[in-house]
């Protein structure tokens, strides 16, 4: 893609999220402030109650660019298929995927936009605050994603957020963005841009993954397999992870399910970047569209 399809291209935005509307609010609220208005916004949701729907309906009835709301019923957690029922509604040639617990900078959209590069997908860092940071900036409802570099970087150096020399902005150019490019470990739908073309080749996230864990490895893992390199862009534009809890794992989750589809993946199936219900109709002699 040529420099001036990268300036004036439509990008989407997905944003996953599950019933924690004061964070998404926060989210959304960023996503506003970006100096780049050239996108749009499309939540996966998960099968969040109503108080979701009503901060997305709100934002939306002021929100300086399209907002979308892709939802299904909850039914356990199925955020692979969220995710693709969020990029069945993008229009935009990039796809941004962001978590509903991650607010990001004004720049956070123009950063990757120009670290967009054919035959790449682009995966960025997280700084995660503090629960006292985070506790007080849900409170008061602080647009602390436009507090400057400096400030943040101080803030994380004072022990109220990890990685401050993230802060730090390196350019786009320089041998370490690709110095994981054949590598899918920590890589994250926290803060990842892939081509929507890219995304399409592969067929989405593999709807297989119930549960907790995995279907973010899965995918990295199969779009590097079509040919893919990554794009490692530290130092670039993180996105600023709002403390909480980690999830408890309950038996019905499927983690363990999900690990062992994973590696087979891995370890067994060293070719393949369909995800397995494509797998399984072209078995059926049905080849996807």
């Known amino acids: 893609m040529g420099l001036m399809g990268k300036m004036t291209s439509l990008v989407s935005v997905i944003v996953t999220t599950y019933n924690w509307p004061e964070a ?32 997305i309906e709100n934002f939306a009835a002021t929100s300086p660019v399209p907002v979308k709301h ?4 909850d039914n356990g957690f199925k955020v692979a298929k969220a995710r693709n029922g969020a990029i069945a509604k993008a229009e935009g040639e990039l796809v941004i995927f962001i978590d509903g617990d991650c607010c990001v900078m004004p720049d956070f959209i123009s950063r990757h936009r120009k670290a967009a590069e054919a035959g790449c997908l682009v995966s960025g ?8 940071l985070t506790k007080m900036l849900l409170a008061r409802k602080w647009a602390f994603h436009k507090w400057s570099r400096p400030i943040l970087f101080g803030i994380a150096l004072f022990g109220f957020s990890n990685r401050p020399f993230q802060f730090i902005r390196l350019p ?28 399409d080749r592969i067929h989405g996230f593999d709807e297989a993954y119930e549960g907790h864990g995995f279907e973010d ?10 040919g893919l390199k990554r794009k490692n862009v530290e130092y670039c534009s993180p996105v600023l992870h709002l403390f909480h809890a980690r999830r408890t ?25 369909l995800p397995s219900q494509a797998v399984a109709k072209q078995s059926a002699g049905s080849i996807p569209a």
């Open 217 to 226: 490895s899965d995918f990295v893992l199969r779009l590097l397999r079509s």
């Open 172 to 199: 786009h150019k320089g041998p370490w963005l690709k110095k994981h490019e054949n590598c899918w470990r920590k890589a994250q739908t926290c803060n990842l841009a892939v081509f929507r073309s890219d995304i």
């Open 125 to 132: 860092k997280r700084v995660f605050l503090k629960e006292r």
């Open 249 to 273: 794992i309950t038996p019905n989750e499927q983690s363990d399910a999900n690990q062992a589809r994973f590696l087979t993946l891995l370890h067994d199936q060293k070719d393949r970047f």
């Open 24 to 55: 998404l609010f926060l989210v959304l609220n960023s996503l506003a402030d970006q100096k780049d208005r050239n996108f749009e916004i499309i939540i996966a949701d998960d099968g969040s109650r109503g108080e979701t729907t009503r901060v």
């Open 70 to 73: 892709y939802w299904h019923e």
